[in-house]
């Protein structure tokens, strides 16, 4: 379950996440994911015991921001 907090006046939500390798961050691969507004996500074909890296970007009128600092998840 993915929460993104929000901010005001965005238009949506990028997230993306990966299996961290070897304890390195960011991950080789992303998998993106857009959401409407900041709301709760399930995100399903997670790997179990497998340690993720989230990043999320909002979109407002003016564009993209940058990318979040990764948060690292262990899938149970």
């Known amino acids: ?14 997230t993306r996440y990966g299996i961290v390798v070897n304890g390195a961050t960011p991950p080789a691969t992303w998998t993106s994911l ?11 074909s997670l790997t179990p015991g497998a340690n993720y890296a989230f990043q ?3 979109l407002g009128r003016l564009g993209y921001t940058d990318w ?3 948060t690292t998840f262990i899938c149970a």
Not at 1 to 14: E, Q, W
Not at 35 to 42: E, M, N, Q, S, V
């Open 1 to 14: 379950m993915v929460k993104v907090k929000g901010i005001a006046k965005a238009l949506s939500y990028d």
């Open 34 to 44: 857009t959401l409407p507004g900041a709301k709760k996500a399930t995100i399903t």
């Open 56 to 58: 999320v970007r909002a």
């Open 68 to 70: 979040s600092d990764s």
